[in-house]
Structure formats: C-alpha cells, structure tokens
C-alpha cells in the first residue's frame, strides 16, 4: 500500500476512536467528572512520557522547554484543552452525547473565524455561506429552547482557540501534548489523592474503574499517535472531510444506542449544520484544487 492508503486508514482510525470516547466516559458515570478528568491528564502523562522515551524524542521537549515562547503558549493551550476535555466529559455523562457531536462539527466552522479575525486569513464564498448556515442552525436552536447549546458552543470555541494556540506554537503534537499534560499534572495528582485520603474514591477500591481511569490515557495518547501519522501521509482537505467520522460516530451513539431526545426542533437545527458542513467540506476542495 502506498503512503496515501496508509494515511487514510490512521485517520480513519484517529477518528473513529474519538467517535467512541463517549461509549468510554459512560463506563464511568460513578466517578464525577472532574476525578475523570484528573486521571485523564495523570494518566496521559505517564503514557505519553513511555511514548516519547521510546521514539527518543526528548530532544524535542526539551527544546520546548528551554523556549520560552512555546512554554507559554502550551500552558495556555493546556489549560484549554484540559477545559475541554472537562466539559467534553461532563456533557457525555449528564447525557448530552448529541449535543457533543454538535460541538464538533461546528468546530471547523469557528476554525474559519478565528483565522479570518485573528490570522487575517481569507476564505471562499462557499465557506461563507457555511458559516451562515452554522450561525443560523445555533439561532434557532436559542428560538426553539429559548437556550444556546452551552456544551455545543463551549467545546467548539475551547477547540478552535486550542487549534489556533497550537498553529501559534508550531510544536509537535506529541511533545507538544506531553508538556500540556506536564503543566496539569501536578494539580491533577493533588486533586485525585486528595479524593483518596479525604473525600474518598472508586480509583483502587473498585478494580473496574480503576482499570478505566488508567486506560483515559491510553485513549487519549493512542489516536493522536495516529493523527500524526495521517497528518505526515495526507493533504489537509482529506484531513478536513474524514474529521467528521468523530461527530457521526458520536451522534449515532446518542442518538440510537443511549436513546437521547431527539426532536423535530433538533433536526432542524442539526439540517442548517449538516448543510453548512457540505457547503464547507466542498469549498475547502475547491480551495485545494486551485
């Protein structure tokens, strides 16, 4: 198989295990969102930290480190991302799987803003219109419910302001990761052993759970390995339109596995995304084609 083929099936790997990070989170819905979300960064940390030992990678994180340019940015980043992964978590287990997938396909269309108000960047007719339509979908939904889609809009502002952080930083994915995860460490590790001793905990006392908390980082670590790889394989545009298996994926779990609401006003609201989607999907192909 050539590189291309290869690229494709890591990214089809990527996104299909962040389509199941839902089905993950609920094996957990004991444990309160926040110790969840402290075993993810303690445990990422340590995994990421056996990855890069091995790739003999620490070169790069030490370069990191000496730049004090790139460590700030990727503190700033990392408390981004670990306030992500936080509500991420919490909608899942409130039963709010659909409203995720929401969150995620409008990202890229909160990705097109940023880079239009805060990197000058243009973008095309098409692209335009599928902001629109993406605007339109979250309008209505406020008309419908007489409420924004909180979950939806926080996790695809954290994301695009996490993405465009990292474009700043230009650091690899995985050192990049592991200094993230090394900023949150040490509160996460104070906050899980403070459950421990004082408050209490599933983490030792129930073998089940405690296996789950460990493997958060292996899911987490394992499909940006494979991220990576796609990315060194493949042309954004592909990237852009196989990013989408993750919100489908999630949106049929909540959908038809964990039998979520879902009304007429929600198809409504998710038709305006889903067409803003297409009308992007299909300027970034005419963009890249030019």
């Known amino acids: ?3 291309q083929v290869f690229g494709v099936l890591f990214a089809v790997a990527a996104f299909t295990a962040w389509g199941f990070l839902p089905a993950y989170w609920k094996q957990m819905q004991e444990v309160i969102p926040l110790e969840i979300l402290c075993h993810r960064i303690v445990w990422s940390c340590i995994f990421l930290t056996i990855i890069i030992s091995f790739q003999k990678r620490w070169g790069e994180v030490g370069d990191i480190v000496k730049t004090p340019s790139k ?6 980043s990392g408390f981004l991302i670990g306030f992500n992964w936080f509500v991420y978590i919490w909608a899942v287990n409130s039963g709010r799987v659909v409203e995720t997938s929401l969150g995620y396909y409008i990202n890229p269309m909160f990705n097109v803003l940023i880079g ?5 960047e243009t973008f095309g007719r098409l692209q335009r219109i599928a902001v629109l ?3 339109t979908g979250v309008i209505y939904s406020l008309i419908a419910y007489g409420a924004l889609p909180l979950f939806a809009l926080t996790l695809a502002t954290t994301f695009a302001f996490y993405g465009y952080a990292r474009k700043k930083i230009q ?4 050192p990049g990761l592991l200094v993230e995860t090394m900023v949150l460490f040490v509160p996460a590790l104070g906050y ?3 459950r421990m001793i004082w408050v209490g905990s599933y983490f030792i006392n129930d073998l089940i759970l405690t296996l789950w908390m460990i493997g958060a980082g292996v899911v987490t670590s394992l499909p940006l390995l494979w991220f990576a790889a796609a990315a060194k394989r493949l042309n954004l545009s592909t990237i852009g339109i196989l990013q989408y298996i993750a919100p489908s994926i999630a949106f049929i779990l ?6 979520e609401d879902f009304t007429r006003h929600n198809l409504i609201t998710f038709g305006f995304i889903w067409m803003g989607v297409i009308l992007y999907t299909w300027g970034s192909l005419m963009q890249n084609r030019r």
Not at 116 to 120: H, I, K, P, T
Not at 171 to 174: C, L, Q, V
């Open 116 to 120: 239009y108000f805060l990197l000058g």
């Open 254 to 259: 909540g959908v038809f596995i964990y039998k």
């Open 1 to 3: 198989m050539n590189q």
């Open 192 to 194: 899980i052993l403070f």
């Open 171 to 174: 650091a690899a994915p995985i």
């Open 133 to 135: 339509f993406a605007m």
């Open 71 to 76: 460590l700030k940015g990727l503190i700033l």
